[in-house]
């Protein structure tokens, strides 16, 4: 009965660590989370985590603190995995003692499981069943699956991740850092180029996608943060929203088709997020009526053409509310730097001035 017990759990684990590299690195579509033991470690490591750094570390060491967890995590995860098939097959193995020569104790089991798994086959310990000859030739194969999938899995996490950060970086030279979609119409009315805003907006629109993508697929890569002060994905993510939203509700321009697309996406992206990781709903705009009125005095000084002040104001609350709420439960959730709008904001420090432009040189951008 112990054997069968031993072999019972040792079958499950097996069975329960490929279903969780399975649904995290091969299933290319969002896995529910509560199923898999890697999500409900990475969310309550990451729990602690920031639990520690905000309450333990200075804030000039802070982001530094938080962004070795992403790389700690992903290691953890690639040696959680192995050691829990090693432990899998090492309860068979000692339900199965007796058809190893000689007979191991339990240490010994996972020993040759360890062995096994990963093809290192020493000979000090030698199967001598079909049953043990078949589970250890079993648990080569899958040291070899492992291997060869987690390389693939290392691959997409840190192209997806470059990727990611290459937009949003560039962002940051248009948009400022900390990102601001005030900023972001304030710099191009600035200089006079409201086709690329246009254009920005355009190539957001497959940044979005791809991070939505590829972060509910690999959930480990929401953790990875910015190596450039003061900005974040989600930042950049809540400037293209708050844009687009200006640029709806706020601007007169006739055309806004590409500023609605941004929005509709954007809001699909938080909504999945949101829901995804329990971050919660609601309707609140997240930003007080005098936040709105010094943007839209910003706006005004930088040549913008607008609607109506209170007009403006009210189509701008309705459209903000209906992502604001899961949007600053991102901020809050991943620790982002601070942003305008976005995240704690009494914490916002500048990393560089917003462009002022020379109405006579027309182009040329000077520091405030």
Do not use: C
């Not at 290392?154 to 990611?164: E, P, Q």
């Not at 200089?191 to 957001?204: K, M, Q, V």
């Not at 420090?349 to 951008?365: C, I, N, T, Y």
């Amino acid at each position: 009965m112990a054997a069968a017990l031993l072999a019972f759990a040792g079958t499950f684990i097996v069975i329960g660590t490929f279903s969780d590299v399975f649904q995290s690195v091969i299933v290319p579509r969002p896995a529910r989370w509560r199923l898999r033991a890697s999500a409900l470690l990475s969310r309550w490591f990451w729990k602690g985590w920031r639990w520690v750094g905000h309450r333990t570390i200075p804030n000039e060491m802070r982001e530094d603190f938080l962004g070795t967890f992403a790389p700690g995590l992903l290691i953890f995860l690639l040696l959680f995995w192995v050691a829990s098939l090693i432990a899998g097959y090492g309860l068979i193995f000692f339900a199965l003692r007796t058809h190893l020569k000689p007979v191991p104790d339990f240490s010994g089991a996972m020993y040759f499981a360890g062995t096994s798994l990963l093809t290192i086959g020493f000979g000090d310990i030698v199967p001598v069943s079909p049953a043990t000859r078949l589970l250890s030739v079993a648990a080569g194969a899958s040291g070899f699956g492992i291997v060869a999938i987690l390389t693939t899995f290392l691959f997409a996490i840190f192209g997806a991740y470059h990727t990611r950060e290459a937009f949003v970086v560039a962002l940051s030279n248009r948009a400022g850092a900390p990102p601001s979609g005030v900023e972001l119409v304030e710099i191009h009315s600035n200089l006079r180029n409201i086709d690329g805003l246009i254009a920005t907006l355009h190539e957001s629109q497959a940044w979005i996608a791809a991070v939505l993508e590829t972060h509910l697929a690999y959930p480990v890569l929401t953790y990875f943060r910015s190596t450039h002060d003061a900005i974040s994905w989600v930042g950049t993510l809540g400037a293209l929203l708050d844009a687009s939203t200006i640029a709806i509700t706020t601007i007169n321009v006739p055309n806004k088709a590409e500023a609605i697309f941004v929005n509709r996406l954007g809001r699909h992206f938080v909504r999945d997020f949101g829901h995804y990781f329990r971050l919660g709903e609601g309707v609140e705009v997240g930003i007080e009526r005098s936040e709105f009125d010094l943007a839209y005095e910003r706006l005004a000084l930088a040549g913008v053409p607008l609607i109506e002040r209170d007009k403006a104001w009210r189509h701008f609350a309705e459209v903000r509310a209906t992502y604001a709420s899961e949007l600053n439960a991102m901020a809050q959730y991943w620790r982002i730097p601070p942003a305008q709008w976005v995240g704690d904001r009494s914490l916002i420090g500048r990393h560089h001035p917003p462009l002022k432009v020379s109405r006579d040189l027309g182009r040329v951008p000077v520091s405030r």
